[in-house]
């Protein structure tokens, strides 16, 4: 059956969620064969397909090409695609107009990172009936203004934050959250006071749900987050495959 975002909301509670990202049709494929509740397309294509050194350099056009190849792997997993930095933040209408071109290339929910300060995009968004998963503590779009990519929820008033946070993208609409890099203790704090599922990367284990970046689960990422688990050295299996290739060529062996 069909996952939708109602589905991962009811998932709290019940069993763990399971979200991984996907860029494109084949790794849509093998992600929704593994029976994922969730693909993400999101905006760390970036620095793992395009070589960016951040997620700014993304665009939305690029985002929406991306997520319309996901989307036609037809998966059973719920296609959420993620708002790349500046498609929202200039407006309440910008974010709708550009939720709504997610929505037209596949997409069956969005993901904005932000939490209180941008409670009205959630709300603009999912009156239009858009499903809108939040992001709070590390929000890579904002790392220049965090001064790095550095966990959060370390001091008390970081804490405070966060909770205050969660609560407001809750209040605002959104049928689930994200929490990045945050201090384990207040990530399960926030997950015991939101009646909304918390799907965690680098937050413990505590939360509702994890999603990793498909190429650090697979070993194709140059440089793995602390929080991530590599399952398969994959780049070197495909290297070797390579090597082997160009030895037969030049060996006469192949074809």
């Known amino acids: 059956m069909k996952v939708r975002a109602k589905d991962i909301l009811g998932m709290k509670g019940s069993r763990k969620i ?6 494109d049709y084949p790794t849509a494929k093998i992600a929704d064969s593994a029976g994922v509740d969730a693909i993400l397309v999101g905006d ?27 989307a036609r792997a037809r998966p059973r997993a719920l296609v959420v695609g ?33 939490g209180s300060e941008y409670a009205d995009r959630i709300r603009a968004i999912a009156k239009v009936g858009v499903p809108v998963m939040a992001h709070i503590g590390l929000n890579p779009q904002r790392y220049l203004k965090l001064g790095g990519y550095k966990m959060r929820g370390n001091t008390a008033e970081e804490a405070r934050q966060l909770l205050k946070d969660a609560e407001a993208v809750q209040e605002a609409g ?10 384990p203790e207040v990530a399960a704090t926030i997950t015991k006071k939101l009646q909304i599922p918390t799907i965690c990367i680098g937050s413990g284990r505590e939360c509702d749900g994890q999603v990793l970046v498909i190429h650090d689960v697979l070993g194709l990422s140059e ?8 399952y ?18 030049r060996e006469g062996l192949f074809p």
């Open 174 to 183: 959104a049928f689930a959250v994200v929490i990045e890099f945050t201090n």
């Open 232 to 249: 398969v050295d994959l780049m070197s299996i495909a290297r070797e495959a390579v090597e082997r290739y160009a030895r037969e060529v």
């Open 82 to 114: 993620d708002m790349p930095f500046g498609s929202y933040e200039t407006s309440e209408s910008d974010a709708v107009r550009s939720a709504i071109a997610f929505v037209r290339s596949g997409a069956e929910a969005v993901k904005l990172e932000g």
């Open 44 to 70: 760390s294509l970036a620095m793992v397909m395009m070589g960016m050194p951040s997620t700014h350099g993304v665009t939305l056009r690029q985002m929406l090409w991306h997520t319309e190849a996901v």
């Open 18 to 23: 399971v979200m991984i990202t996907a860029y």
């Open 223 to 230: 440089n793995v987050p602390p929080f991530a688990k590599k």
